[in-house]
């Protein structure tokens, strides 16, 4: 099964919103993960589980997990993500006024 990722995206970034130019590559490709599945779920808004146009990152047994990232958003707040096929999953919170929060207004 897949692990539970607890993630607060504004950890990942500068003050203004920016990637630090010292971040790991790990942590850049999960960031980049991250905020795709925030852009997703802030322009749709779905309350049941609905799938993103996010693929899954991981690869188990290296071989490349296939599995399209479902999402919704939880209270308007908590954004909960995972994955069909391998089980990862997680919540992202933190992410409000980020360059991928796509509400209107
Ligand atoms: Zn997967």
Known sequence: MGDTWITDLTHFL???????????????????????IVAWVTSHAPDEYDETNVTCRRSPGRKRCLGTIVA?????????????VCG???????WESTPWDRRDG
């Open 14 to 36: 500068n003050e203004d919103g920016s990637f630090p130019a010292n971040i790991p590559g790990p942590a850049l490709n999960l960031a980049l993960f991250l905020s795709a």
């Open 88 to 94: 990862d999953n997680g919540v992202i919170r933190g």
């Open 72 to 84: 919704r958003l939880k209270d308007g707040e908590a954004v909960e993500w995972g994955c069909p």
